[in-house]
């Protein structure tokens, strides 16, 4: 009997080491997908921040391009929401926060009591800060970062770029006028952005 109980307490020890060395198996493999899943979500999470610097960097130089020697008949107003929907994160909550509030509290003294030292060029930036910080936490929060605030930007692209092809005469006449290149190059980069954010929401 004891013999036969030592070959059973055996042959369970031996069960036990395979239940565990099976565990053990599946612990592995859960972790590398969990590892693999981690990289490819930080990647995409890499590839849209970096996307939305170079868009905010693209509709300000749009911007700033509109009101120095672009001058088009374009709504290039729209950049401004774009911008708003656009714009990172850290940029953002700093404009948002006290620094935003100075600079529109001194753009609207000097709008409205130093007019002749308010320069044209400076009236779409102030009133992007002062979107930003007048902005109801269903804008700023909730519509930012979100597919609707990326569907927002991928139409406003799309306009611009439409409408910037109707006016040079067609999409090849859009890369031959002057600044053609940059302004046509500038529209696209905006697509760019809502595009690979759509494909990162519905991955």
């Not at 006028?177 to 759509?198: M, R």
Request: aromatic share 14%; proline share 4%; charged share 10%.
């Amino acid at each position: 009997m004891g013999k036969y109980g030592y070959l059973k307490m055996r042959t369970d020890g031996g069960g036990a080491s395979g239940q565990i060395g099976s565990d053990l198996q599946e612990l592995g493999a859960a972790a590398r997908k969990l590892v693999n899943h981690a990289i490819r979500l930080g990647s995409l999470g890499f590839g849209t921040t970096f996307l939305e610097w170079v868009a905010s960097f693209a509709a300000i130089y749009l911007l700033v391009l509109d009101r120095t020697n672009w001058r088009t008949n374009i709504l290039t107003a729209l950049l401004i929401p774009y911008i708003f929907f656009s714009l990172p994160s850290l940029v953002f909550n700093v404009f948002r926060g006290d620094v935003g509030k100075w600079i529109a509290f001194v753009a609207i003294i000097l709008r409205l009591f130093f007019p002749r030292h308010f320069p044209d060029w400076l009236e779409m930036p102030a009133a992007l800060i002062l979107l930003i910080v007048v902005a109801p936490s269903l804008f700023a929060s909730t519509l930012r970062g979100s597919s609707i605030g990326v569907l927002i930007c991928l139409l406003i692209a799309c306009y611009l770029l439409q409408e910037h092809i109707r006016a040079a005469g067609g999409f090849r006449n859009s890369f031959t006028q002057p600044h053609g290149i940059s302004n046509t190059i500038g529209i696209l980069v905006l697509l760019v952005f809502p595009v690979w954010g759509l494909v990162v929401y519905f991955l």
